[in-house]
């Protein structure tokens, strides 16, 4: 996706999608340098919302509103250019418990290890998914994804866990793709990029997104 990203202006955000969403996406990347963007929701560089792969090959999360609100930056790295990571962002700021608002899946692995988790109130705004411009694969003309992303979810206003994307192979061990999840996918969900290089919306919704740039190659690669 180097130089290409795509967008959506979505539309009525409000309770419960801006405090309770799932992002569920498989990737690979192609390039270890600089930051690759997976999803955002950028204003400016005073406000935005950002899950991607950072300078250091670390998987950030960070909702930035003049100061941090939520920041998770794991200690994992990745590294592995030949390999395929399933990653689950399951958000719910409603969660009475701390360490419950925020929970990232790779691989189907609960990731308990971070070098940064700043979590902010019970019922805290998120920023995302709300009225206003979302990308993916990029954000403000900069920190394209240089890769592949393969059937991208957003679930708006349910919390799922990894085991309803994906599961463990009884025979080799490895995480598996789920290719028909049970998901509820809200006013501003979507399912795109199922099966090859259509953004076309997947899910019940209508929720399609744009191209721009070089445009989406696909590949059987997956």
Sequence with gaps: MANTYLSRTFGSGGSPGTLTWTLSTWFKRSNLTGEHVIMSSY?????????KINGNNKFEFRVYNSADQWRYTTTMKFMDTSAW???????????????????????????????????????????????????????????YFNGYMSDFHFASGTRYAATDFGSTDSTTGEWKINTNPSVT???????????????????????DWTSSGAGITKTEDS
Excluded at 43 to 51: G, P, Q, R, T, W
Excluded at 102 to 117: L, P
Excluded at 185 to 207: C, E, P, V, W
Aim: hydrophobic share 35%.
């Design 43 to 51: 204003i400016n560089s005073a406000k935005y919302v950002v899950l």
């Design 85 to 143: 990571y399933h990653l689950v962002m399951a958000f719910d700021s409603t969660q009475a418990t701390a360490s419950e608002r925020v929970i990232i899946y790779i691989n189907g692995e609960r990731i308990t290890a971070f070098d940064a988790s700043t979590v902010s109130a019970q019922n805290h705004n998120g920023d995302f998914n709300e009225a206003k411009l979302h990308t993916i694969g990029g954000r403000n003309s900069a920190d």
């Design 185 to 207: 996918y809200g006013t501003n969900g979507f399912r795109i990029l199922k099966d090859g290089n259509t953004i076309t919306d997947q899910s019940t919704n209508s929720n």
